[in-house]
């Protein structure tokens, strides 16, 4: 059969160029098809952080015991061990070694930005110099000096499927033949219809947006396509949402550390400085989903305008939403609620009032005692609340920073379909698959992780199964 091409790769953000170059490297001719104008996708708009262990940057920090056997104990015990120790065993395994790669492609992972990006207890989260950009351009540019073949703005309209397998790709009406493809199309956070079907949990009407807003693409291509050949889907309502005012479509993904955090019962629930790992989750699992952050006139005066907590990652996050002025702003709208009592804020807002005043009061002694003793958030200066007129922000987990429903793979990155059977020359890596992150997000970089990891994994299988059938083709004539 005449092929196009060995190996074509739809998707072109961190996964697809990492699939690319390594099949390129087993000798098979590539193609990537990307939607967008240009290459990068979710990684290169992403935060840049890449969570690893076991590699020289640790060392370097002076981390000389983080081992894959640590690091998949932890992954398996935060979700309690419903994830496939198939696939979390080999990201153990293969992530230090990833990172060493990017490394030599180029890209830099200072080691005095070596961060605890989850709630484990060992620095993991390395976070790129340029953020996500740092590591993006270092694939493109590796696939550029390899000169593997990329077709922009082209947007995959359906998988070839003939005599039981994949042989090509359909875009812009022109049929293109490989006897591999590989799909790393990334999440579905810009597609409100699947967000509702796969992740119906983060829905929230007038709310909801992804991170990724800027990569218009992300709409679950990839997880189309394949169903249109057979391809089971897994992993349904999982992901990672953010928590957001609802102000704007700015990156809120942590909470002001001034501010506490109350649900409809008047309660707190969590720190207010907890891991954006953990952070949605907690919220969303309050009484309709959401909650009330409380706070007084000295704390917006006098605390709003340090923004210091909102880029613990190093990745240029600089647009504030919950400072003085937009507050301020937002009172007048009606977004922002005051009230001159703790009792009359409540009313307004729906809460349990008399709850609301014992929950402040014991956050005051705490506060007066130099701390939080009930959720020991560790804030860089503490903030009672005593000091009318009192405001409460409604705040939600809206904001889509991950979906992890997807497709199913195998431990060679075949796509399998909805009896657990590889479909033939189909191959998948990345945010399009459902069978890796589970019901918790392990820790900020495990999703650009991901991407490197299972993309060199899906570039290596696809292309050494397409030098196969090449090989077999050659005998055949």
Known sequence: MEWDYDVIIVGGGGAGLAAALMAHQQGARCMVIEADGRLGGATAQSGGVFYACGTSVQRAA???????????????TLNRWKLRPDLIR?????????????????????????????VDSVARGHSSQGAGSGIADALIN?????????????????????????????????????????????????????????????????????VHKDVPFVQGDGIT?????????????TGLVLPTSGFSRSLEAFLPPWIIAVNKEGRRFMSELSPYSVCGYLLNEQTERRAWAIFDEKALVEASTNTKYLDPYNAGIS?????????????????????????????????DGLALEETVARYNADCDAGG?????????????????????????????????????????????????????????????????????YGGGGLSIGNAVVFGRLAGIEAGRAALALRAQDEVVA
């Open 62 to 76: 002076g981390i000389a015991d983080d081992t894959p056997d640590d690091l998949y104990d932890y992954l398996m």
């Open 225 to 237: 396509l394949a169903e249109q050949v057979g391809a089971g889907v897994v992993g349904h309502d």
């Open 319 to 351: 647009i504030p939403t919950w400072e003085e002025p937009t507050l301020r702003a937002q009172v007048k709208t009606g977004r922002v609620k005051v009230a001159d009592s703790l009792q009359a804020l409540a009313a307004q807002v729906g809460i």
């Open 372 to 440: 939080d003793f009930q959720f020991f958030k560790q804030a860089p200066a503490y903030f009672p609340i005593r000091q009318g007129p009192y405001y409460a922000v409604e705040i939600r987990s809206a904001i889509i920073g991950l979906t992890a429903a997807g497709l199913d793979i195998d431990k060679q990155a075949r796509v399998l379909d909805v009896h657990q059977r590889p479909i033939p020359g189909l191959y998948a890596a990345g945010e399009v698959l459902g069978c890796f992150h589970g019901e918790r």
């Open 142 to 210: 590796a696939a550029g000096a390899k000169g593997i073949d990329t077709a922009l703005g082209t947007r995959v309209e359906a998988l070839l499927f003939e005599d039981g397998r994949v042989v090509g790709v359909r875009a812009l009406g022109t049929e293109l033949r490989a006897p591999v493809v590989v799909v790393t199309t990334g999440g579905f956070g810009n597609n409100p219809e699947m967000l509702q079907r796969l992740y119906p949990s983060s829905w929230h009407e007038g709310w909801t947006w992804a």
């Open 90 to 118: 080999y990201y153990a395994d293969h992530c230090g070694p990833a990172l060493e790669w990017l490394i030599e492609l180029g890209s830099e992972f200072p080691k005095e930005w070596l961060v605890k990006s989850g």
